[in-house]
T-cell receptor, first 116, second 113 residues
């Protein structure tokens, strides 16, 4: 079973529109971590945010905001007033504890295109 | 800034060749990872290492092996390359025993013909 589901494969928006990228995760751990990464056309994944399972406060960083809801096992990412430079593939990831440490599980990614 | 470098951005190899992909990180990170990225499948973990000379299988280790002789270097080895190993390979590193974010290299796009 997929531990991290990003149901939106591709999204296109017009510049300055808001867009929300969905992420649903599955875990039995009480302690876990969630992440968002951005992969621009250059290819290198860039870390955006990490949240632990005990901190459900929403976070805002400039035009980016994240909505963590344990009740629905979701960690959604919103870009406000999108720009062409936001065009990228975005990955959501989950980290769980295992016997040998922490293992990461990535979603399949959402490709965002911002049209000028 | 954390720097993760990979030996090649693009690589073309023939079926049956032994292929080495090298990854080096300069931040003294304990943990290193190898993923492959394929369209529609996201990132899949091949192998990871939490210490020198230590390795653990990820989700898709078949056809691959790894080597970590020094803390800063983590090598991925394709013992006998096959066409289904054509992919983008991403190396990552992270610090600590907790669940810290991973830092990624630029990737190696491997084509096996």
């Amino acid at each position: 079973a997929q531990k991290v589901t990003q149901a939106q494969t591709e999204i296109s928006v017009v510049e300055k529109e808001d867009v929300t990228l969905d992420c649903v995760y599955e875990t039995r751990d009480t302690t876990y971590y969630l992440f968002w990464y951005k992969q621009p056309p250059s290819g290198e994944l860039v870390f955006l945010i990490r949240r632990n399972s005990f901190d459900e406060q929403n976070e805002i960083s400039g035009r980016y905001s994240w909505n963590f809801q344990k009740s629905t096992s979701s960690f959604n990412f919103t870009i406000t007033a999108s720009q062409v430079v936001d065009s990228a593939v975005y990955f959501c990831a989950l980290s769980e504890s295992t016997n040998t440490g922490n293992q990461f599980y990535f979603g399949t990614g959402t490709s965002l295109t911002v049209i000028p | 800034d954390v720097k993760v470098t990979q030996s090649s951005r693009y690589l073309v190899k023939r079926t049956g060749e032994k292929v080495f992909l090298e990854c080096v990180q300069d931040m003294d990170h304990e943990n290193m990872f190898w993923y492959r990225q394929d369209p529609g499948l996201g990132l899949r973990l091949i192998y990871f290492s939490y210490d020198v000379k230590m390795k653990e299988k990820g989700d898709i280790p078949e056809g691959y092996s790894v080597s970590r002789e020094k803390k800063e270097r983590f090598s991925l080895i394709l013992e006998s390359a096959s066409t289904n190993q054509t992919s983008m390979y991403l190396c990552a590193s992270s610090t600590g025993t907790g669940s810290y974010e991973q830092y990624f290299g630029p990737g190696t796009r491997l084509t096996v013909t």
